[in-house]
Nanobody, 118 residues
C-alpha cells in the first residue's frame, strides 16, 4: 500500500490550494478515504472523509463550506480542495485509508505541508 500526497505549499490567507493523494497497492475504488492534518504541538485531526463511490462526504466543523473532498476512482486519487484558507489551517496534511486484512489497519501517506501566512 502506498499513499503519496502532493500539492502543499505556502499560500496567503484567503487563498486556495488543491491537495492530491495518489494511491496504489489496493483496490482503491472499494475503500473510503480520508484527509487528516496535524499542526505543531497538536494532535492529528480528521479534516474530511469520502466513501468508496464518492457519493458521501463528511467534514470537520472547522473546514465546512471551505474545503471539498473528492475522488477519481479511474485515477486512484483523492483530492482536497481548500479555499478561503486561514492561518489556523497551517499543518501537515495526510491522507489515510483503513484496510481490512484480518484486522483493521490504517495506512498513511508521508504528508504534505500547508502553510497559510502573509
Amino acid at each position: 500500500v502506498q499513499l503519496v500526497e502532493s500539492g502543499g505549499g505556502l499560500v496567503q490567507p484567503g487563498g486556495s490550494l488543491r491537495l492530491s493523494c495518489a494511491a496504489s497497492g489496493f483496490t482503491f475504488s472499494s475503500y473510503a478515504m480520508s484527509w487528516y492534518r496535524q499542526a505543531p504541538g497538536k494532535e492529528r485531526e480528521l479534516v474530511a472523509a469520502i466513501n468508496s463511490a464518492g457519493g458521501s462526504t463528511n467534514y470537520a466543523d472547522s473546514v465546512k463550506g471551505r474545503f471539498t473532498i473528492s475522488r477519481d476512482n479511474a485515477k486512484n486519487t483523492v483530492y482536497l480542495q481548500m479555499n478561503s484558507l486561514k492561518p489556523e489551517d497551517t499543518a501537515v496534511y495526510y491522507c489515510k485509508v483503513q484496510l481490512w486484512v484480518g484486522v483493521r489497519v490504517d495506512y498513511w501517506g508521508q504528508g504534505t505541508q500547508v502553510t497559510v501566512s502573509s
